[in-house]
């Protein structure tokens, strides 16, 4: 499917679900919740954090510390879920993008080294791998300057826009460490004031992710990475159908089976959505039969 079919297909999704009966707060809190581990476990591993996606959630929710594992991928799985959540929140207020908000992103996400968390490099860096050579040091205030003007001027599509950006983002690389998760988060912020999902790009993808700027480097343009981030956009919006479907299939179900379905609850299994009263401690579903009283 070809990009344009993607956001077609994209935005009729969208329009469905904002017609479709809404998630309570609870839900969305807990889907929010299992998307944000997710995420900080695969946008950390794609820059060499060693946390497996269990020892993420651990870190993150239980604040446990996983033995053998270095104090800085704990802090670094820490600091994104909480730059997510910053993000999160100042979606709300619908803020044009600005140098303050990328600089206290980078600034959560490098909660490990506050020296250089919010600050531009001071030295030239090169990336290893990659096709481009960032701007020299003394170049980067001014290329950022015109990355935001011209971001916030650009009036194609968000996803299209989103995508192209985060690339040309990539390519100054104006911090000494840090630019892949905050360049994410920042793609991400700007998917959600557009009403749309985050996105996961997710650490098994990590060379596909590579090649798209290797393809921008060649090519001149980010169509390559524009579609990827609108594949895992529809992956998301599919989820949340699926998600309501499985809400609604339970409260018919407890319907039929004249359970209160007043007080349905959200969990996550294996990843996996199920949503349960909280005096079912049998744990029906639509998949399983009622018990036959003796």
């Known amino acids: 499917m070809d990009i344009k079919q993607l956001l077609i297909q994209i935005d009729n999704l969208k329009e469905e679900l904002l017609t479709a009966p809404p998630l309570n707060d609870c839900e969305l809190g807990k889907m929010r919740e299992h998307f944000s581990i997710n995420y900080t476990y695969n946008s950390n591993a794609i820059e060499g954090n060693s946390l497996t996606l269990r020892e993420t959630a651990l870190v993150v929710l239980e604040g446990m510390t996983i033995d053998q594992k270095p104090l800085k991928d704990h802090f670094e799985a820490v600091g994104h879920k909480e730059a997510f959540d910053y ?9 044009l993008l600005s140098e303050r908000i990328i600089k206290e992103i980078h600034s959560l ?34 290329e950022m300057e015109q990355w935001l003007s011209d971001y916030i ?5 968000p996803i299209i826009k989103a995508a192209d950006y985060h690339i040309k983002f990539e390519r100054i690389h104006p911090f000494a460490d840090g630019n892949g998760r905050t360049g994410r988060l920042i793609l991400n912020l700007e998917l959600i004031k557009a009403g749309y999902s985050p996105v996961n790009v997710k650490f098994k993808d990590r060379q596909m992710y590579i090649e798209c700027f290797d393809d921008y480097h060649l090519s001149g ?7 990827m981030v609108a594949e895992y956009e529809l992956e998301e919006l599919e989820f949340i159908r699926n998600l309501m479907a499985e809400k609604k ?19 996550f299994v294996a990843g996996k ?4 009263t909280p005096d079912d401690d049998k744990q029906i579903s639509p998949g399983q039969q009622k018990p036959k009283e003796e």
């Open 87 to 95: 993000i999160i929140d100042i979606s709300k207020k619908n803020m």
């Open 109 to 142: 996400v490098m909660m490990a080294e506050p020296k250089v968390g919010g600050k531009y490099r001071e030295s030239s860096v090169e990336v290893l791998g990659a096709l481009d050579t960032p701007p020299e040091a003394v170049k980067i205030p001014s």
């Open 153 to 157: 001027s650009d009036a194609r599509h």
């Open 221 to 227: 343009n980010s169509d390559k990475f524009a579609k």
């Open 249 to 267: 299939a339970t409260q018919e179900f407890y319907k039929k089976e004249n359970i209160d379905n007043s007080s349905i609850e959200c969990t």
């Open 273 to 276: 959505p199920r949503f349960t």
